[in-house]
């Protein structure tokens, strides 16, 4: 798994995040971001990590475990034999009249260098849990980077569809700026000729600075949106650029256990069964087998005839716990009923929700045509009040207030199309 989720990063990091600014589409912004996230880079390492713990307890569970141990206990005393009185730091087995400790609790002292061997036998089902444990751990991981790349994409995608409104926005209101500047240099001829009032030519003058501001702040806004995308993508220096639009496909349903999000439900089940598992192991018997060398010896003048060895092997059965083993279990089951209840519950909602996203996006895309209608009439009403300015008999009021509300419907249209999107990146990041 590890391998999986490290190929998912090498091919996202493949592509250069320099090459944005020749590109300039949402592709880029998403790798760049996915690159940048700090989730996947922490969850390789995770992953590592736990191949790496895996391997330290197999090699707990097969390896032999050998140790040194070295003691020196003094136990002085003062003899008081006739022929040897005084205080002796390590009295000898000899001396029968003494005061301190009895040689029957020291013996004397203790000297002791010994080098033990234990080496466990016959843990295979542990080794084979272990490395089942492992596997579920770096698939949650893996499932992990995958959900994170999922809710990257559309985390840039909203703030890619907030950017393309602005320019939408800022072009429907360049196109109302270009018509009004032609039509000032209509009424400025007319006006000229006598055929048209100067206070005319003046309303469009009035009504083009406005537009102009509008331009501007709409270009502000953009290149503030802009700049928060390059915030999310991790782009820390880069100019003020035109995006490429926008088109949003609504995707095909997957299969039900295909789901990323369903996935993540089975792998917590998973996890929960491997702990099960892992936890009944401690009631299985351990057995090892010992083995002990070297010098062991109570009086300083035996310790050249006490070298010597020791070997045994050694049984454990747990038989009685207060009965954890059940209480675990039982305390599991719960947690896999909530797991399944959660599922269940993700599923119906999901549904439920999807279809609301496609209602919606059906409902968006009606109101779009209609606008689109309304538009291509308002274009058709101003070309017609141009013709009667043009021979002036048309009034300039009233073009003006075609005009604007023909802006108007533009803008609705450039903020219906930009909500449809989101809608549509809603629907597929939930029908995924």
Not at 322 to 332: C, I, P, V
Request: some cysteine; hydrophobic content about 40%; aromatic content about 8%.
């Amino acid at each position: 798994m590890v391998k999986k989720i490290q190929l998912l990063f090498l091919i996202l990091v493949a592509f250069n995040p320099h090459k944005l600014m020749a590109q300039r589409n949402l592709n880029d912004f998403i790798r760049i971001a996915t690159t940048n996230a700090p989730m996947l880079k922490t969850n390789i390492l995770q992953s590592k990590a736990n191949e790496i713990e895996t391997k330290r307890i197999v090699a707990g569970l097969t390896k032999p475990l050998v140790t040194a141990q070295m003691d020196y206990m003094m136990a002085p005393v003062y003899a008081n034999d006739a022929d040897n009185r005084g205080i002796k730091i390590n009295p000898s087995k000899s001396i029968t009249d003494y005061y301190g400790l009895d040689f029957s609790a020291t013996n004397g002292g203790l000297y002791k260098g010994v080098i033990t061997l234990d080496q466990p036998l016959f843990n295979k089902k542990r080794i084979d849990m272990a490395q089942q444990q492992m596997k579920i751990q770096n698939e949650l991981l893996g499932n992990s980077s995958i959900l994170a790349v999922h809710d990257i994409e559309k985390l840039i995608t909203d703030q890619y569809i907030l950017c393309l409104q602005d320019i939408g926005q800022r072009e429907a209101m360049r196109h109302t700026s270009e018509i009004t500047q032609q039509q000032i240099a209509i009424v400025q001829k007319l006006s000229t000729s006598g055929l048209s009032r100067l206070s005319d030519a003046k309303l469009l003058t009035i009504e083009l600075s406005q537009q102009q501001t509008a331009i501007k702040t709409l270009q502000n806004s953009y290149q503030v949106h802009l700049l928060e995308l390059y915030s999310l993508c991790g782009i820390t220096k880069a100019d003020i650029i035109e995006l490429d639009p926008l088109a949003i496909e609504i995707q095909n349903p997957p299969k039900i256990d295909s789901s990323g999000f369903i996935k993540q439900y089975k792998l917590d089940s998973l996890s929960l069964e491997t702990n099960r598992k892992i936890f009944n192991l401690q009631y299985l018997p351990t057995v090892s087998l010992y083995s002990t060398a070297g010098l062991h010896a109570d009086y300083l003048s035996d310790i050249p005839k006490r070298f010597g060895m020791l070997i045994g092997i050694r049984f454990t059965q747990k038989i009685f716990d207060g009965n954890q083993r059940k209480l675990n279990d039982e305390k599991l089951r719960v947690l896999q009923e909530a797991t399944t209840i959660n599922s269940n519950f993700f599923k119906s909602k999901n549904e439920n929700r999807k279809k609301a996203f496609m209602e919606l996006i059906n409902s968006q895309q009606e109101q779009i045509t209609s606008i689109d209608r309304q538009i291509n009439e308002y274009e058709e009403l101003l070309k017609y009040y141009q013709k009667q300015i043009a021979a002036g008999q048309g009034s300039v009021i009233e073009y003006l207030t075609t005009l604007r509300s023909n802006t108007a419907l533009l803008n609705n249209r450039v903020s219906l199309h930009t909500a449809r999107l989101w809608t549509i990146n809603n629907y597929n990041y939930w029908n995924w």
